[in-house]
């Protein structure tokens, strides 16, 4: 026994809750769901590119699965014919999910005020960070990449699971 504390030294105690730990790592390791509907998945594209570099928040993995992700980030303009589609989406991933409107069309139908465009995908899926810009850049999805994960490390454990199910 002695060697082994002699090579670990005295690391003391390291105490934290349950929620603490769990936010963190969901933080650290959240794969968004590949989604790209206009031209704010270009800009969504060069975020993952060297000058931005989505990996050091640990989303290097985009996923094409929505059974493997727990972010979608709906980037461009919804139509009444693609909505269903997105709910689908939704409804596949595991939870807690989350969703992050990206561009103006995304967050209230931008520029297209008319039947066939979705005015805002909050009509279809609860949106958790909205994204303004047309088409915004890629400082401005890591900013709401980031105000999501202030979201995340703030919740708890119950939030998220309620006695009729998951949110």
């Not at 703030?154 to 006695?163: H, I, M, N, P």
């Amino acid at each position: 026994m002695g060697i082994i504390s002699s090579k670990i030294g005295d690391l003391g105690v390291v105490t934290t809750t349950l929620d603490t730990a769990v936010n963190w790592a969901r933080t650290g390791a959240m794969w968004p769901l590949l989604f790209g509907l206009a031209c704010c998945a270009i800009e969504m594209m060069s975020t993952q590119a060297s000058d931005y570099d989505l990996s050091r928040f640990g989303m290097e993995l985009n996923r094409a699965s929505p059974r493997q992700a727990d972010l979608i980030i709906v980037a461009g303009r919804v139509t009444r014919k693609m909505a269903p589609v997105i709910r689908t989406l939704y409804d596949q991933m595991a939870a807690p999910r989350y969703v992050l409107a990206m561009g103006d069309c995304a967050s209230c139908g931008g520029i297209y005020n008319n039947y066939a465009v979705v005015q805002g995908v909050d009509e279809i899926v609860p949106v958790d960070v909205y994204v303004a810009g047309c088409p915004p850049r890629p400082e401005q999805l890591i900013h709401g990449i980031m105000t999501l994960h202030e979201r995340v490390r703030s919740e708890r454990l119950k939030t998220w699971v309620s006695a009729e199910g998951v949110r």
